[in-house]
């Protein structure tokens, strides 16, 4: 047997750590099935949380399972013994230890050297716990303070210690994701809501299940075709850095690209897990005849993503229930206030908290406000155009997917390397083309300003001297283009 592990995973290039993971991930398409025959509410919520424990156990061995109930006895205290706080609580004291395992075990590293633990599965874990807490303690407030999504998933009851660990652990989203609502995971369990009446629902879950898996073995195959072509470990190689400009530009394109399928594969296998249990259902279409829908099992949407024509389109394609999930944005901002530079830029700092404290992440999350701010400088400048004035729109939609496609291919490399040094030189390769551009449109869309957006038969006006922007967002873009400025320099 070991044998055959050995060879198995030499063949696919992974190690044999790796490769048991990767036979628990998929062994949870066929125990999600099961959940479906499993009689009554309780045994659904038994049945969850042991299969959830059972492959944590299986992939990472027994310390992910401590791990996983130290993290959910810190949510369930305090939802019995603070409710009012327990969401504020919660969510520090989860980061909290979820920083201090990936600081124990760096699991970045591990990872370039074939190890692997739970700390993927933490997070997504650490999100639930939160989730879970935060509206329990929107449960106290009243309804006309709440917003439609906290009126939504707020808790009036404490769920049970079996109704916890079963949200908690559910095997078809314990590993990767995607993130759900507790309340959604009763209603599941108990067949109610939109889970009342099955229909039809039963069979179609099974052609789609089967589209997912069919989709996860294309987005698989594709990685191990592309990797051995377009490693990410080429940036610290010399004969990467005697390449030209437009070479190492395609590289890093090319490298991006290549690790994308590694996630699509593994939201792929994720996605027909969850609907193969049911879970994923999210109603029916206004077609004729009506269609199943799973949007609650899709955690990426490939064509979105790769064809995206604005940086602003990327949460809502990528790791999408993640992107819903960061109460942190909605509950920075007033009420009838729109979100601003600071609350954009405190989300993707906790989402690189999230990931890890690597620079890398760290560095991305923070430039992807960067890069997110500058897509909607040309947003604007394409929705001031008039209708009539099509050839121009178009151009400005070119121009968005074009800058989407060079600053995120090339932003996405401090993903991928992690540590300050080689993010630093890839960055410095290409001239910080990724984080210059960015600040450049910026800076441009404090000059080049429309006063409004343009209606039929106007005159598209832009107001040079119309020069508003906000403070904080001021002050970040000049402290960046100092820093890159003075580290091209030191090329």
């Given amino acids: 047997m070991a044998a055959d592990m050995e060879s198995m995973a030499a063949a696919i290039g992974v190690s044999i750590p790796v490769l048991r993971f990767l036979f628990c991930f998929v062994a949870t398409i066929p125990v999600s099935f099961v959940w479906r025959v499993v009689p009554g509410t309780l045994p659904c919520h038994l049945y969850a949380a042991l299969s959830g424990a059972v492959l944590s ?74 989730s879970c807490t935060i509206n329990y303690s929107d449960g106290l407030l009243k309804e006309e303070d709440l917003r439609e999504a906290q009126k939504k998933n707020r808790l009036i009851h404490c769920p049970s210690l079996f109704e916890y660990m079963g949200y908690c652990l559910c095997c078809g989203s ?70 030209g400009f437009w070479q ?66 990327l949460p809502l394609v990528w790791n999408i229930h993640v992107s819903t999930w960061l109460h942190v944005y909605e509950r920075l901002i007033q009420k009838g206030k729109k979100p601003g530079f600071f609350e954009l830029l405190a989300t993707q700092t906790v989402s690189a908290v999230w990931h890890g404290l690597y620079p890398g992440y760290i560095i991305f999350f923070v430039q992807s406000a960067l890069m997110i701010a500058g897509s909607r400088v040309i947003y ?39 540590s300050l040094k080689e993010t630093l030189a890839a960055y410095q390769s290409v001239y910080f083309v990724g984080t210059i551009v960015p600040i450049i449109f910026i800076l441009l869309g404090y000059v080049i300003k429309p006063a409004r957006p343009a209606r039929r038969g106007e005159r598209c006006n832009f107001w040079l001297w119309d020069f508003h922007p906000d403070p904080e967002s001021r002050i970040f873009v000049f402290m960046n283009a100092a820093l890159f400025l003075h580290l091209s320099s030191c090329r």
């Fill in 57 to 130: 156990h299986l992939s990472f061995g027994a310390s992910s399972n401590l791990h996983f109930l130290i993290l959910m006895a810190m949510g369930y205290a305090s939802m019995l013994l603070v409710r009012r706080y327990a969401g504020l609580i919660t969510f520090f004291t989860g980061f909290a230890y979820l920083i201090g395992c990936h600081v124990y075990y760096m699991s970045g590293d591990a990872l370039k050297e074939g190890g692997i633990d739970a700390t993927g599965a933490l997070m997504v874990l650490t999100l639930k716990v939160i």
């Fill in 174 to 243: 314990h590993f990767v994701g995607p993130v759900y609502e507790v309340n959604d995971y009763l209603e599941w369990t108990e067949h109610k809501g939109i889970w009342a009446a099955s229909g039809d629902r039963q069979v179609a879950s099974l052609g789609a299940a089967l589209r997912a898996l069919l989709q996860a073995a294309i987005c698989m195959g594709l990685y191990l075709q592309l990797l051995p072509h377009y490693p990410p470990f080429q940036f610290i190689e010399p004969v990467y850095y005697e390449w």
């Fill in 248 to 313: 190492i530009l395609f590289y890093q394109y090319m490298s991006g690209f290549t690790e994308r399928w590694k996630y699509y594969f593994m939201w792929s296998v994720s996605e027909a897990s969850i609907i193969i249990s049911g879970f994923g259902f999210s109603g029916w279409s206004d077609s004729s005849p009506p269609k199943a829908l799973w949007a609650r099992a899709k955690n990426v949407d490939i064509l979105g993503m790769e064809f995206a024509t604005s940086v602003v389109q």
């Fill in 380 to 418: 604007r400048w394409q929705q001031a155009v008039s209708s009539e004035k099509l050839l121009y729109r178009k151009m400005l939609i070119l121009v968005n997917f074009a800058y989407t496609l060079l600053v995120v291919n090339c932003s996405c490399i401090a993903f991928m390397v992690l």
